[in-house]
């Protein structure tokens, strides 16, 4: 049992040390306006504030947190109404999709309580820890700049004959900007199961897979495991159009470390408490090819056999 004092409510959880603050604020607690992007530190997404600090709750354990002063986005709105941070956000049109806004309002809110003028500079520093990929960063800047212009009577839509060149209000930007607004992670129906990836610990390998039904059957919490045979269609994905030569699950071959074999599915802490070493998987190490010089060298063993010399793709511009 961990305890978390979040937006100045204490939650008794039942957390492993371990977890991480994001998923227990997540699922736990059920405070979903935090987001996670990567799991890694490097979007920003997941930003809270610990005893007044922004920080990313992905790269916390539970165990950390506890005895601190935890304030997610949930936690800004003052007696049910927005504060001055959250109506410049949405004056300005800071909020677009509304995956990064959490945390920028959190990264935002450390900034302010330890520099109320805060020059532009200062503020694109400050936020640097926090990805968008929608505003490209100015209305968030001048929402920030801008925070003491703003006051309710400035958040309405322009009136019929002066709209054009007008800015009109976010018809969704309140609930994304409290945290209410609910995305496609944000909640699931009674009783779901979860899965869990497991991935090649190796840079390229071969492998081959044991009796996985065996190693059901004898795992408690544990309904299924999943293969690349149970991808119907194409095991296949890519950025590209008619390129789509990576598979969702690996099949024989692993190209990266990272590259997901198996899929457990079942209940949550049956499939995160199973050690990937336990799994009935014959790794054989191959050396890698990273790099240029070894992939492109002659005779270098392909890394995709429909990718004759592993070149993806020839162009002339």
């Known amino acids: ?36 992007g990567c799991n890694a530190g490097d979007c920003g997404a997941c930003t809270v504030l610990i005893d007044g600090n922004q920080t990313c709750a992905c790269m916390v354990s539970a ?18 109404q927005l504060n001055a941070l959250q109506k410049s956000f949405h004056a300005f049109g800071a909020a677009q999709c509304g995956i990064c806004t959490p945390g920028m309002l959190m990264a935002a809110t450390d900034l302010l309580q330890h520099n109320p003028s805060p020059t532009e500079a200062t503020i694109r520093d400050h936020l640097g820890g926090v990805l968008c990929r929608c505003t490209g960063y100015q209305k968030i800047i001048q929402a920030i700049l801008n925070i003491e212009t703003i006051d309710n009577a400035g958040i309405v839509d322009p009136g019929i004959g002066s709209a054009v060149g007008a800015r009109a209000v976010k018809i969704d930007g309140i609930q994304k900007l409290t945290g209410a607004e609910k995305f496609g992670d944000d ?64 099949e024989k071959t692993v190209r990266y470390r990272g590259e997901p074999v198996l899929a457990l599915v079942g209940d949550h802490d049956a499939i995160y408490a199973i050690d990937d070493k336990d799994l009935p998987i014959l790794w054989s190490e191959e050396e890698p090819l990273q790099g240029f010089d070894k992939p492109l060298a002659e005779g270098a063993d392909l890394i995709h056999p429909s990718r004759p010399g592993n070149i993806l793709a020839e162009g002339c511009v």
């Not at 040390?17 to 987001?35: H, Q, W, Y």
């Not at 165990?63 to 049910?80: D, P």
Request: charged content about 25%; overall charge neutral; glycine content about 10%.
């Open 1 to 36: 049992m961990i305890s978390l004092d979040v937006n100045g409510q204490l939650h008794v959880t039942k957390a492993r040390p371990s977890d991480r603050l994001a998923d227990v604020i997540r699922n736990e607690i059920g405070l979903t306006g935090t987001k996670i």
């Open 63 to 80: 165990a950390r947190a506890e005895g601190s002063k935890i304030i997610t986005v949930e936690g800004l709105a003052e007696n049910g």
């Open 187 to 250: 909640s699931a129906p009674k009783n779901s199961l979860w899965i869990r990836a497991i991935r090649s610990p190796f840079w390229r390998a071969n492998f081959e897979i044991g009796d996985l039904k065996s190693f059901v059957k004898n795992t408690d919490g544990l309904l299924d495991i999943l293969t690349a045979k149970d991808i119907p269609g194409n095991n296949g994905f890519g950025i590209y159009p008619d390129v789509k030569d990576q598979p969702a699950l690996a």
